[in-house]
């Protein structure tokens, strides 16, 4: 094999590693029980920055943004609970994510995942999707 073959199989592996992964989905309507009776054993979690969180946020849910998820979820459990105030998420939890639209929610779902956890969901409508739906309801 000459170094171009090579090279296209090296590439080839790299992009069976890269292909992109979707977490399962939920609407408005899986997404509003958990808001009503939250559990220990699930989070939703809101990745949008700390200045968007201010505006609003889903009842129940919790902040880690996106841009600190990757490293963040490397914390130890002690660090993580100081730096949140919640307990870091287990691998086998329920992880709901959501963000403004969308977009940052599947990132972050495939942050957790290349992360280990096991048990993601994404929240594609978000924010966005959950005040339009309140304000119906």
């Known amino acids: ?9 090296a590439q080839q ?3 069976e590693l890269q292909k992109d992964w979707s977490a399962p989905t939920l609407t ?8 009503v009776a939250p559990s220990p054993d699930a989070y939703l979690i809101d990745v949008r920055e700390p200045d968007e969180v201010i505006q609003g946020s889903i009842p129940s849910s919790v902040n ?8 963040d979820l490397h914390l130890s459990a002690e660090t993580f609970k100081s730096k949140y105030g919640f307990e870091k998420p287990r691998t086998h939890q329920e992880l709901v994510f959501y963000c403004r639209s969308g977009r940052r929610s599947a990132s972050a779902s495939d942050i957790a995942k290349r992360n280990g956890y ?3 969901f994404n929240y594609p409508g978000s924010w966005l999707d959950w005040v339009s739906k309140e304000k119906t309801n």
């Open 1 to 9: 094999m000459n170094s171009s073959d090579a090279a296209k199989v």
């Open 13 to 15: 592996k790299q992009n």
């Open 28 to 35: 408005y309507e899986d997404v509003k029980p958990k808001t």
């Open 64 to 71: 880690i943004p996106l841009s600190a998820l990757g490293n």
């Open 118 to 120: 096991q048990n993601i």
